[in-house]
C-alpha cells in the first residue's frame, strides 16, 4: 500500500525565538516517518531561517506547492513559535488539500524571552485568518501539542484518515446494476443531490449484465481465474457445478462492468430476477468486491454504498452495509446487525461458508439461490455510518460501538454479528425518525473524529454525530 505524503509547512513571526525552527524541522520530520508516513518540505535555505513569514515568502511556499501538485496528500502547518499568519495566507488558500494546524507547547523553565514560543496564542491567529479567508482546517486536541508525543501520533493517524476520506469523496462514480426493485422503496435517492457534492451515479440495466453472462464462452479464460479465486476467497464446497460456473461468469461480468465504465463503486439489484433466472445470489461476489476496496451494497442502496466507500478510506479496510436487524436478548445497548452474505471475509471472523439463500429457497427448492456467504462478523472495535438525501441534500448520520463476539445460534441465517452501541434506544429513535434505511454501514476501528471532520469542514455534508 502506497504511503500517505504529507507536505510540511513551518511558520515564524520575527519577534519570537527564530532560533526553535531548526528542532521544529527535525521533530516533526521524525515524527511523519515514525508514524508511517513520508513528507515533502522546502529547503530550509529557500526562506529566511527555514520558515515562512512574509506573504513573499507565503507566496514562494504556494509556487513550491504548486510543483508538487498531487505529490502529497495535506498539509502539515507547524507553529514551533506564534507564526505569521500573513505568510500563511497566501500559502494556503489555493492548497486544495486538508490542512492540520499543530502548535507547541512552552516548556516551564523555559519562558524566558529567548525560550518562550507564545504558539499557544498564535494558533487562534491562525485559526482567526484562516477563518476569515475561508481556508477551511483541521485541529484536534491538545491545543498545543509537541510532534514527538503519543497525543500528535494519534492527530496524524485522524488526520492522515481525513485526507484519505476527502481524497476519495470528492470525485468519484458508482454503478447502479438494475433498478430499484419496487418493493424496496426503503432505498430510493436523489441523484442530483449526489451529483452536486460531485457524485456521480451510472444506471445499468440488468440486462445487461444477464446478457454478458449468457453470451460469455465458456473457454474464457478469466472465468477458469476468477473461479479459482473464488475457491481459495472462502468455502465453495456445497456450490453445485453448474452454479459455481455461473456465479463465476457473473463475477467476470461485473468485474468487466466496473473496467468499462470506469466504476469506483457498485450497487447491484440482487433479488428477484437473478434467483430466477439462475439459481444464484450474488452476495459472496459483493463480498469479494468489498475485499478488493470496491464498495459494493446490495438492494440498489446507493446511499450506503456512499457511506461504505467513505467508510472504506478511512479505515483502509473494507466497510459491510448491514441491517439493523435483531434485538439481542433483553439488552438495550446490543442488538444483531445482519446481512445475506456481502460482508467482506476480511471481517468474518473464520472463512464463511457459501450456500442456498434460505428466504428465496422457501417455496422453490434446495438447489436456488447458491450465493450466500454465511458465517459471523468477527468482533472488533467499529465505527457505523448511514445516508439518505432529501431536498436536494446529502445528509449522514455517523457514530461509534462494537462488535462485541458474542454468539449467535448456529441456525441464525446468513453473516451477522452482536454490537453493543451505548445509548442505542436513543439513536434508533433518531435513526427512524429522521427517515434514514433499515441498512446501516460499518467498518472496524474508530473513525469518528475523522468522518467528522473530513465531512464537515472539508466535504460539506449534512453529518449528525450519534453520541
Known sequence: MKKQVFALYFANR??????????????????????????????PNETRNGA????????????????????????????????DENGAVPAMRDAGVPILIQAYPDEIGKMDFASRRDSYCGKFSMED???????????????????????????????????????????????????????????????????????????????????RIRKMSDSRKEIA????????????????????????KMAVAIDDMIGEYQLDAVSIRCWNEMHQEFGIAPCVLLSELNDRGIAASCEMDICNAVAMRALSAASQLPAACLDWNNNYGDDPDRCILFHCGPVAQTLMDGKGTVGIHKMFAKGNGSDYGWGVNEGRIAATPMTYASMRTDNGQMYFYAGKG??????????????????????LQEKL??????????????TPGDYLVAIEDAFTTYLGYNLKILQ
Open 14 to 43: 520575527g519577534f519570537f525565538p527564530e532560533t526553535l525552527i531548526a528542532g521544529a524541522r527535525k521533530e516533526m520530520t521524525d515524527a511523519v516517518t515514525k508514524a508511517g508516513f513520508e513528507y515533502i518540505a522546502m529547503e
Open 52 to 83: 515562512i513569514e512574509t506573504a513573499e515568502e507565503g507566496r514562494k511556499y504556494a509556487a513550491w506547492l504548486k510543483q508538487h501538485e498531487g505529490t502529497y496528500d495535506g498539509i502539515i502547518l507547524c507553529l514551533p513559535n506564534f507564526g
Open 225 to 248: 481465474m476468477k473461479q479459482e479465486v473464488l475457491y481459495q476467497y472462502c468455502n465453495f464446497t456445497k456450490v453445485p457445478v453448474d452454479k459455481m460456473n455461473v456465479l463465476s
Open 129 to 211: 485568518m484562516f477563518c476569515q479567508y475561508n481556508i477551511p482546517f483541521s485541529v484536534y486536541p491538545l491545543h498545543v501539542v509537541h510532534p514527538l508525543s503519543d497525543a500528535f501520533a494519534q492527530n496524524l493517524r485522524d488526520f492522515a484518515a481525513v485526507c484519505r476520506i476527502v481524497k476519495s469523496m470528492r470525485r468519484f462514480t458508482i454503478g447502479g446494476i438494475g433498478a430499484r426493485t419496487t418493493a424496496f422503496k426503503t432505498v430510493r435517492f436523489d441523484e442530483l443531490a449526489m451529483q452536486k457534492a460531485g457524485i456521480t451515479m451510472e444506471s445499468y440495466d440488468l440486462s445487461e449484465l444477464f446478457a
Open 402 to 423: 462494537e462488535f462485541t463476539g458474542e454468539p449467535i445460534e448456529q441456525e441464525y441465517f446468513g453473516c451477522g454479528g452482536v454490537v453493543k452501541i451505548k445509548n
Open 429 to 442: 429513535i433518531y435513526i427512524g425518525k429522521n427517515g434514514y434505511r433499515h441498512h446501516v454501514t460499518t
